[in-house]
């Protein structure tokens, strides 16, 4: 078990009290100096993976991300958070990658990397997917622990207590597994001087997506066709009684 | 209702009785609407009823209109039509002061500046930010997440950084990071006739400076009185690498304030030591669903590097048995902490459970630690000798805490009985050399209390300084003087 390494994947997302804005065209949204941040469910599955570390259940951390080069600061951040290294898989500017993209893209570093266990956010907060983890899972044909609120390690196998709609489910799941993290599965640490000061020392690789593999080069099967903000809130009337009401009710068609 | 009514109009000093109000000029909305925009005036009574009170007891006062700037150039333009018209003005920040600050007792137009929201000048080599009205100190701390920087001034609320500058806030961590005043490097602040001052010079943030009076002090606790706080400029500082929390239980409030006057003399870079007595802690566990002893406790945080706090703690925890304390037990992780800190924040609320249906209201004074065991102890004995419920918890480590005194405000005896009290309190701490507010302000009802403290002679100097700058009495009136 003192072996045990653990990839982490982490997403850059646009930060959640930015107010986001339908870009221009309604092909997407604005990102252009728009705060970017870790994806809080990300930051909730490192922070486990640096914790079972810390207790001496796993050996290394590896902090894994598929994007544009700004991805780069979100890996810098997760190794000021804890993680031994980080790796970027490179994609060019374009359609951002999906979650199959994504998953194809971990699965190719589980193959080089070779983990015993893979831990991701149940969903970025930007596409709120909810997808990544189980399309790794069966791309790499390993079992899968998603919404978990609690992870412990045995040996060989990984005990999860899952939140499900009924409550809460317990599995044991063989390793190598992939699990995706809950709300209330941590509470993240922050960054610390210190930390962010060690980070800029540790070893971030940038490998280009080609280099992994045909599957992750595959055109998108997903085009955004539209994007727009709901309509605006249309000023309230008052009326002075009830027939009245019940009278613009009626010419509105509500009733 | 309450405390109000029992204290009268005649026990606010000031110029002006507090009940007397102008009614507004001929198309003043108007003219406030050609400034900001129809959809960010108001005159609706239940969004002035919002803006008229805070998080105190004190009667709501609604201003007459309630006015949304989107930009300090706004503010401006609105400060001087209601300097022009002699319309006062009251600033308004998340409305969660708890001196009735924001109550319009002469009515006047509220300023509602959480439109203007921005994070601005943020420099991680600086340790500096600058923040508008609109941001609160937890969005801020938010926003900072990942730079390895935090704010530390933590008063219960989610507060308005620049309302807690304008009252001088103060929070648990206050013994160890400072209140506001030493936290606040700039302000840029809006005139009662429209000018715009920067108090530290435009665009700077010099961690010390000897250039003039210092003019951010002054605005500083100024309480909406001197000017509008458009724009702080924040000192930040390094987050702790590791921290570590505990509570303590003690066989009297004597054993465990005399641990913490000994935790700061054996020099113990004590980050938060925060008091609850008796009551105050059978309420806050049971409010909080936590098993704490309803005994006089202490709960105390350290940070430090990881080397140096197991240091404190061996140093703390020598001190605390030494004084008769015990059930120490050290949390460490982030989940653990949170809970200890949140069952400290909700005192308030464990306070008013205590006896439901009925109104709250917290005394705030500080005297010098090596008076505190003595004033606490008698000021107990005060409570029950009055027959009052008034939960004690407090800030001891910097010698302030607050009676959260839970009363029914129907009842005139009762309501008497809490006036009397507050006063002898506030009198007992200025005879021991302290002060009738350590960080919730002066606000509507400690006037006559500041004139105690200060004297005639400082009370009159206020008096100048207030006259030269707000000439016709038109920022805030009532408060404070």
Known sequence: MAALRVLVGVKRV???????????????????????????????????????RERGAAAEVIAASVGTRLCQDTLRTALALGADRGVLVEV?????????????????????????????????????????????????????????????LEEGAVRVEREVDGGLETLRLRLPAVLTADLRLNEPRYATLPNIMKAKKKPLEVVGASELGAAILSPPRLRVLKMAEPPGRQGGERVQDVPTLLQRLRSKGRV | MALRRVLGPGVALGRRSCCSKRPLPPDFVEALRAVVGGPNVSTAMAVREQHGHDESMH??????????????????????????????????????????????????????????DAIAELSLEDFSVAVEPGVTRKALNSHLRGTGLWFPVDPGADASLCGMAA????????????????????????????????????????????????????????????????????????????????T?????????????????????????????????????????????????????????????????????????????????????????????????????????????????????????????????????????????????????????????????????????????????????ALAAGGTCTGEHGVGLGKRALLLEELGQEGLDTLRRIKAALDPHNLMNPGKVL
């Open chain 2, 59 to 116: 009667t709501c006062a609604p201003p007459d209109a309630v006015v949304w700037p989107q930009a300090v150039g706004q503010v401006q333009e609105l400060a001087a039509l209601c300097y022009r018209c002699r319309v006062p003005m009251v600033p308004f920040g998340t409305g969660t002061g708890l001196e009735g600050g924001v109550n319009a007792v002469q009515g006047g137009v509220c300023f509602d500046l959480s439109r203007m």
């Open chain 2, 167 to 246: 009252t001088g806030a103060s929070g648990t961590n206050a013994v160890r990071y400072g209140t506001m005043r030493p936290n606040v490097l700039n302000l840029r602040v809006v005139l009662p006739d429209g000018r715009l001052l920067h108090t530290a010079g435009p665009g700077r943030q010099a961690r010390k400076r000897a250039a003039g009076y210092d003019l951010t002090s002054l605005f500083v606790g100024s309480e909406g009185t001197l000017g509008f706080l458009t724009q702080a400029t924040l000192r930040l500082h390094p987050l702790p690498e590791a921290a570590a929390v505990t």
């Open chain 2, 248 to 428: 303590a239980t003690f066989p009297s409030v004597r054993a465990a304030v005399a641990c913490t006057v000994q935790v700061l003399q054996a020099a113990v870079p004590v980050a938060r030591i925060e008091f609850l007595d008796e009551v105050m802690a059978g309420a806050c566990g049971r409010f909080s669903g936590l098993e704490l002893p309803a005994a006089a406790t202490l709960l105390l945080e350290l940070h430090g590097s990881r080397h140096g706090l197991a240091e404190q703690q061996q140093q703390t925890e020598e001190i605390v048995r030494l004084n008769g304390g015990s059930g120490l037990a050290w949390a460490e992780e982030p989940e653990e902490r949170g809970r200890l800190w949140a069952m400290r924040h909700s005192a308030w609320y464990a306070a008013l459970a205590l006896r439901p249906g009925c109104q709250g209201y917290s005394t705030d004074v500080c005297v010098p630690i090596s008076r505190l065991p003595d004033v606490v102890v008698e000021t107990k004995r005060d409570l029950q000798d009055s027959g009052l419920t008034g939960p004690m918890v407090g800030h001891v480590g910097d010698g302030n805490f607050h009676c959260l005194l839970v009363f029914d405000a129907q009842d005139p005896a009762e309501a008497g009985r809490v006036h009397a009290f507050t006063q002898r309190l506030g009198r007992r």
């Open chain 1, 92 to 152: 060019g500017e374009g359609a951002a990658p999906g979650p199959r993209e994504a998953a194809a893209a971990l699965a190719a570093l589980v193959g080089r990397l070779q983990p015993g266990l893979v831990l991701l956010g149940k969903q970025a907060i930007d596409d709120d997917c909810n997808q990544t983890g189980q399309l790794l899972a069966a791309m790499l044909d390993w079992p899968q622990g998603t919404f978990a609120s609690r992870v412990e």
């Open chain 1, 14 to 52: 646009i930060d959640y009290a930015v107010k986001v804005r339908v870009a221009a065209g309604g092909g997407g949204v604005q990102t252009q100096g728009v705060k970017h941040s870790l994806n809080p469910f990300c930051e909730i599955a490192l922070e486990e993976a640096v914790r079972l």
